[in-house]
């Protein structure tokens, strides 16, 4: 909040410039002075109030997830905020909350599925490279895909009308579906799919190209294994395995350099917390018996990343940048101004994650939109969430990044992340533009 001091600079002028041999003299200085100290006391309450106000709507933020915390409903959260290149960091709670480890802004979250984000920016290097188009067919790639066919209540299913493309897949409207998506068709092809290991990337793609679309491609939305099928693609057109990939080409020259499949860092990964039926959360996953940790996490493009939060603000500021971070290109603007446009028909708004719909919500190539219908953001917000309550949203036109960071399994309490982004978009909002 900044006070504007030309009121007072505009009076003293007016008063240097009245006439001291004047005989009223006295009587007008009295008389300014009289305005100019109640005018001071207005403004100065004025700039009390605006200042209670920016620090209302951030402390209101910090309040409501404080208390998840101290309620034990969740262990530990990191939050970062960031206006016009200041950030602001809270960092509260446990990593661990029957060790009481502290959380730290150096902690490793699972970052599920804000993993996908990544995986579109792999994908469109190589487009931006000429090694491949949006519009071609995945069965290129892929030709398993080619005998994929589409749900229609029967065993054998029938073939689609239409050709998948990587558009496609980057959109979630190639049809390829998953438990997260409560169609008959998605719970087909989880029931085909549970039970079933995959040690590989090419073990779990011919897995998922035994399932059946939920539509004809491009006819609809579906939370499905997509970017599987995209990280694949990449490993065979640039040969070289998505991990590597990754590192080499977006960790690297991002400094993400905790970021990866696997830890040698047991220590920094967060435990995991599940919500107990009788209330409040129990750890069902620590360092010490995490795939994380063990070697046991195949890399794919899905899920599957762990990260710190600072990791993940580097990415967001590339985003924000237009495709460039510490003038090092990832992407071109023109690739990322594609990728942040809506593409999902409104005929099948609103998109829905598992029992969330996501009203006022859309979808680009690789991450979330908000839409103008939306109950919060701000129309333009780039976003997408991971299941185990992992979050980040991104305003280039407002310069904005707000991310935040915990572990929590419990698909029934998502709403909280949505809660995160309104909060925090206020927050934000509340904040001066020029960082002062």
């Given at each position: 909040?900044?006070?504007?001091?030309?009121?007072?600079?505009?009076?003293?002028?007016?008063?240097?410039?009245?006439?001291?041999?004047?005989?009223?003299?006295?009587?007008?200085?009295?008389?300014?002075?009289?305005?100019?100290?109640?005018?001071?006391?207005?403004?100065?309450?004025?700039?009390?109030?605006?200042?209670?106000?920016?620090?209302?709507?951030?402390?209101?933020?910090?309040?409501?997830?404080?208390?998840?915390?101290?309620?034990?409903?969740?262990?530990?959260?990191?939050?970062?905020?960031?206006?016009?290149?200041?950030?602001?960091?809270?960092?509260?709670?446990?990593?661990?909350?029957?060790?009481?480890?502290?959380?730290?802004?150096?902690?490793?979250?699972?970052?599920?599925?804000?993993?996908?984000?990544?995986?579109?920016?792999?994908?469109?290097?190589?487009?931006?490279?000429?090694?491949?188009?949006?519009?071609?067919?995945?069965?290129?790639?892929?030709?398993?895909?080619?005998?994929?066919?589409?749900?229609?209540?029967?065993?054998?299913?029938?073939?689609?009308?239409?050709?998948?493309?990587?558009?496609?897949?980057?959109?979630?409207?190639?049809?390829?579906?998953?438990?997260?998506?409560?169609?008959?068709?998605?719970?087909?092809?989880?029931?085909?799919?549970?039970?079933?290991?995959?040690?590989?990337?090419?073990?779990?793609?011919?897995?998922?190209?035994?399932?059946?679309?939920?539509?004809?491609?491009?006819?609809?939305?579906?939370?499905?294994?997509?970017?599987?099928?995209?990280?694949?693609?990449?490993?065979?057109?640039?040969?070289?395995?998505?991990?590597?990939?990754?590192?080499?080409?977006?960790?690297?020259?991002?400094?993400?350099?905790?970021?990866?499949?696997?830890?040698?860092?047991?220590?920094?990964?967060?435990?995991?917390?599940?919500?107990r039926p009788e209330g409040g959360i129990q750890v069902v996953e620590s360092p010490a018996n995490s795939q994380y940790v063990t070697g046991e996490n195949m890399p794919r493009g899905n899920t599957g990343l762990i990260g710190t939060a600072g990791d993940y603000l580097n990415f967001c500021r590339m985003i924000l940048n237009k495709g460039t971070?510490?003038?090092?290109?990832?992407?071109?603007?023109?690739?990322?101004?594609?990728?942040?446009?809506?593409?999902?028909?409104?005929?099948?708004f609103p998109i829905q994650v598992a029992s969330n719909e996501m009203y006022g919500q859309g979808y680009g190539l690789g991450v979330g939109v908000v839409m103008e219908q939306s109950p919060f953001g701000t129309k333009g917000d780039i976003y997408w969430p991971g299941a185990y309550y992992t979050y980040f949203f991104v305003n280039p036109e407002?310069?904005?990044?707000?991310?935040?960071?915990?572990?929590?399994?419990?698909?029934?309490?998502?709403?909280?992340?949505?809660?995160?982004?309104?909060?925090?978009?206020?927050?934000?909002?509340?904040?001066?533009?020029?960082?002062?």
């Open positions: 909040m900044h006070c504007n001091l030309g009121f007072f600079r505009n009076n003293f002028v007016v008063m240097e410039n009245d006439s001291w041999s004047n005989d009223s003299f006295h009587r007008k200085i009295t008389s300014k002075m009289k305005r100019l100290l109640v005018s001071l006391l207005w403004m100065g309450l004025a700039c009390s109030l605006a200042a209670q106000s920016d620090r209302t709507a951030y402390e209101h933020l910090l309040k409501q997830f404080h208390t998840y915390v101290d309620n034990g409903e969740l262990a530990g959260t990191v939050i970062f905020l960031e206006k016009n290149g200041i950030l602001t960091k809270d960092v509260y709670g446990y990593a661990d909350t029957e060790k009481q480890t502290p959380i730290s802004e150096n902690s490793l979250f699972r970052f599920a599925s804000m993993t996908k984000p990544l995986t579109a920016t792999a994908i469109m290097q190589l487009v931006e490279k000429d090694k491949l188009s949006l519009d071609d067919p995945v069965a290129t790639y892929i030709p398993a895909v080619a005998q994929m066919r589409v749900f229609d209540g029967t065993t054998s299913g029938r073939l689609p009308e239409r050709t998948m493309t990587i558009r496609h897949l980057l959109s979630h409207t190639s049809g390829i579906t998953s438990r997260f998506d409560f169609s008959d068709a998605g719970k087909a092809a989880n029931k085909k799919m549970t039970g079933l290991e995959t040690n590989t990337l090419e073990e779990l793609i011919d897995l998922i190209c035994q399932t059946h679309l939920a539509f004809e491609p491009g006819e609809g939305w579906a939370y499905g294994y997509s970017n599987d099928l995209l990280a694949y693609i990449v490993e065979k057109v640039s040969g070289t395995p998505i991990d590597v990939y990754f590192d080499k080409h977006i960790f690297q020259p991002l400094d993400m350099h905790h970021t990866s499949f696997q830890t040698s860092n047991p220590d920094m990964l967060t435990s995991l917390h599940a919500t971070w510490n003038a090092k290109l990832i992407l071109t603007p023109a690739s990322m101004k594609v990728m942040q446009e809506n593409v999902v028909k409104k005929k099948f407002q310069e904005t990044i707000a991310i935040f960071m915990t572990q929590l399994f419990d698909m029934s309490r998502m709403n909280m992340i949505w809660e995160f982004h309104d909060l925090a978009t206020k927050a934000l909002d509340s904040f001066p533009s020029d960082g002062k």
